[in-house]
């Protein structure tokens, strides 16, 4: 817990220093150690727009990140730390931009073609156009007496004006954060798109190899842990030398929800990761009322779960701080694995009413249930975020499962995964446009992403089992 | 009409039940969990003295005479983890995406009624498991079914339902960790734990 305040801290420090470049930036960096002059609330920005050929994606130049000496009189030469940090930065900002898919991002080797720049603003605009660039991003970073100055800049080579121009200062604690920030702004600014760089994963592990003794067989513990989107800074957040599963992120980051059967019996906890706060116990839960699988709603103000309280697992949805609980669903089958609409007014679950496990989905007062798969066998339902308006669960297609999406306005199915082992436990990012979920494809049971075609799967985890992702809002 | 008398039936299950274990082959393996002997002198289950009965518990109880649980003091003196090593509570198995208890896991339950019966303070936790092949969350219902299947037919059978809590591990805690049929076969139970005494 103590290790993910550094990285909290660089996010909050970054968030107050950013600066908008204009023109030959550096020259308006405040000196070192004080405070930045006060901005403009809306600083003056006259969007320039990187454009490609029609009905192709623009063509982007990455350059590798400058590594600026310190000392202010630029001779030196920057040390081995700052040269590492900006091949960090530049391969982390490619990645990032690679992810989305909104820029064709012209191949290293052919990058490499034109003479790298020394500064800022040291971009050849012919060279650039020769080898057919839109855009070029160049970067810069240094050293500060109070970790970093960051620089981003993108130019559109045919107009050769500046697109985008910010700087960055804070900690040296994670300089992957500077890169996440600016591929994040890029997208926004660029394309009007919200980009996940700086979101993070959630998931339950069972790497530490742990386990309970016992008189019959020992078993495997499993903790919550927690990552970068791109699987970078993975971070236990749990140390119960127990059972952890099913994690899920409050609407804010800040916490996450898990079932935990700490007491000795599932029950659904409620970490603050960021504090040393006691963790929470929203739905109660006794001997003989055990809850599990909660899920926020999207408004995170309410958790809807699983409970056997009234002596089957039903649904049922309570307020964060424990208050107002209610049943949502009432049936002698098992009523279990929920998700909410983005909208907060339906829920879809899992039931076996139909005699195996369905999606089925019900307005947010209990009413209107309708039942929308037809698998063998179907279970976790997510729904998507807006604009996208979709379902995805994990379906029985074999002896393993798959990822499948149900597309709510056309009732239509389509299939992400098709039997590269089992895939499972479907959660999507929060821009709706990547899930991740788990598969056993490399051997063992891996947190893995992919677009939300099916296509560019990326593997998160490598060490142990890794289970139910879900990703940060 | 048949009504169920409890001691007799149970006897004959118990009988019939050695009786499998010493027949080994022809019974899905019992389950893997017994990695220590009995103790010498201990009247275990499995003593080989028995005569092999018919595999299947019959719809006609022959009365036989009583299989003598252990004296108490052989299992009052034994702490927890030495109760559940060496458990006198059978577990039940079940069928792929099951939660019924079939005709085998019924003559485990009676005996288990009749060492409930007999030790009167101990506290059971019957937990419900699954193999591998289901899903993680789906799992945790059906576990859960599992365990409230053997609960509800202990107490259908005189078992103390106040002494008997149920808890779900999915397919969290398998009992063996190989891809196997056999393997799959072991981990969809319901287990019995002794929890307090």
């Known amino acids: 817990m103590r290790t993910s305040l550094p990285c909290f801290a660089a996010a909050a420090v970054l968030a107050g220093t950013v600066s908008v470049l204009a023109g030959s930036a550096a020259r308006q960096t405040p000196p070192p150690g004080q405070p930045p002059p006060p901005q403009p609330q809306q600083p003056r920005e006259v969007f320039v727009p990187i454009v490609g050929d029609i009905g192709a994606p623009p063509r982007l130049a990455v350059t590798e990140f400058v590594a600026l000496p310190n000392d202010a009189g630029g001779s030196g030469v920057a040390d081995k730390e700052t040269q590492a940090i900006a091949q960090t930065m530049t391969e982390v900002l490619?990645?990032?931009?690679?992810?989305?898919?909104?820029?064709?991002?012209?191949?290293?080797?052919?990058?490499?073609?034109?003479?790298?720049?020394?500064?800022?603003?040291?971009v050849r605009f012919d060279r650039w156009r020769e080898i057919g660039a839109d855009g070029v991003l160049i970067g810069t970073v240094r050293k500060t007496a109070n970790g970093l100055l960051v620089q981003v800049r993108m130019a559109a080579v045919r107009s050769k004006e500046s697109a985008f121009g910010k700087e960055y200062?804070?900690?040296?604690?994670?300089?992957?954060?500077?890169?996440?920030?600016?591929?994040?702004?890029?997208h926004m600014q660029q394309r009007r798109l919200r980009g996940v760089a700086r979101t993070k994963l959630t998931f339950a592990s069972d790497r530490d190899g742990e386990r309970i003794p016992g008189p019959i067989e020992a078993r495997t513990i499993k903790e919550i842990y927690l990552a970068d989107y791109d699987g970078a800074n993975q971070r236990r957040v749990t140390v119960t030398r127990g059972l952890n599963n099913f994690p899920v992120w409050s609407s804010d980051g800040r916490a996450i929800a898990y079932t935990s059967w700490r007491q000795g019996y599932p029950n659904i906890f409620l970490?603050?990761?960021?504090?040393?706060?006691?963790?929470?116990?929203?739905?109660?839960?006794?001997?003989?009322?055990?809850?599990?699988?909660?899920?926020?709603?999207?408004?995170?103000?309410?958790?809807?779960?699983?409970?056997?309280?009234?002596?089957n697992p039903e649904l049922y949805v309570v307020n964060a701080d424990g208050s107002n609980l209610r049943r949502m669903t009432n049936h002698s089958a098992a009523d279990t694995t929920p998700t909410w609409s983005p909208t907060g007014t339906q829920i879809a679950f899992v039931s076996d009413r139909s005699g195996s496990p369905q999606v089925y989905v019900m307005d947010a007062d209990g009413t209107g249930l309708r039942r929308i798969t037809f698998e063998s066998y179907a279970d976790r339902p997510t729904w998507s975020p807006a604009p996208f308006n979709e379902i995805a669960y994990s379906s029985r297609t074999g002896p393993g499962h798959d990822i499948k999406v149900y597309e709510v306005a056309t009732q239509r199915v389509k299939q992400l995964t098709f039997g590269e082992g089992t895939n499972e436990s479907p959660s999507f990012a929060p821009n709706g446009r990547h899930l991740a979920f788990t598969t056993t494809r490399w051997g063992r049971v891996q947190v893995a992403v992919m677009g939300r075609d099916g296509n560019d799967v990326r593997q998160i985890t490598k060490i142990g089992n890794n289970y139910a992702p879900n990703w940060s809002h | 009409m048949h009504t169920r008398?409890?001691?007799?039936?149970?006897?004959?299950?118990?009988?019939?039940?050695?009786?499998?274990?010493?027949?080994?082959?022809?019974?899905?393996?019992?389950?893997?969990?017994?990695?220590?002997?009995?103790?010498?002198?201990?009247?275990?289950?499995?003593?080989?003295?028995?005569?092999?009965?018919?595999?299947?518990?019959?719809?006609?109880p022959v009365p036989v005479p009583p299989e003598p649980l252990p004296a108490e003091g052989d299992l009052s003196g034994r702490n927890l983890d030495e109760l559940n090593r060496d458990s006198p509570l059978q577990p039940v198995f079940?069928?792929?995406?099951?939660?019924?208890?079939?005709?085998?896991?019924?003559?485990?339950?009676?005996?288990?009624?009749?060492?409930?019966?007999?030790?009167?303070?101990?506290?059971?936790?019957?937990?419900?498991?699954?193999?591998?092949?289901?899903?993680?969350?789906?799992?945790?219902?059906?576990?859960?079914?599992?365990?409230?299947?053997?609960?509800?037919?202990?107490?259908s059978v005189g078992g103390p339902a106040d002494r008997l809590r149920i808890v779900s591990y999915g397919k969290e805690f398998p009992f063996d960790p190989a891809h196997t049929e056999e393997a799959w076969a072991k981990n969809r139970r319901a287990h019995f734990v002794i929890t307090a005494k």
């Open chain 1, 169 to 186: 200062s804070g900690t040296a604690a994670n300089p992957r954060l500077y890169a996440h920030t600016a591929a994040d702004e890029i």
């Open chain 2, 5 to 60: 008398q409890f001691a007799p039936t149970s006897l004959v299950v118990l009988t019939v039940l050695m009786a499998a274990w010493l027949g080994a082959c022809a019974k899905p393996q019992p389950p893997v969990a017994r990695p220590t002997p009995s103790p010498p002198g201990t009247a275990g289950p499995a003593q080989p003295t028995r005569p092999p009965a018919p595999p299947e518990p019959v719809a006609e």
């Open chain 1, 94 to 122: 490619w990645e990032d931009l690679r992810f989305e898919r909104e820029f064709y991002l012209i191949p290293r080797d052919v990058v490499r073609t034109v003479p790298a720049p020394r500064a800022i603003d040291d």
């Open chain 1, 271 to 311: 970490s603050f990761i960021y504090t040393t706060a006691p963790p929470a116990t929203p739905a109660g839960g006794s001997v003989r009322a055990h809850n599990w699988l909660a899920v926020w709603s999207p408004d995170g103000t309410r958790l809807v779960f699983t409970s056997n309280r009234d002596g």
């Open chain 2, 94 to 155: 079940f069928g792929y995406d099951s939660s019924e208890v079939d005709a085998t896991g019924r003559a485990a339950l009676d005996v288990n009624a009749q060492a409930l019966r007999r030790y009167s303070t101990w506290v059971i936790t019957i937990e419900g498991h699954c193999d591998e092949r289901g899903t993680a969350e789906y799992n945790l219902a059906l576990g859960e079914r599992r365990a409230l299947s053997a609960r509800n037919y202990l107490v």
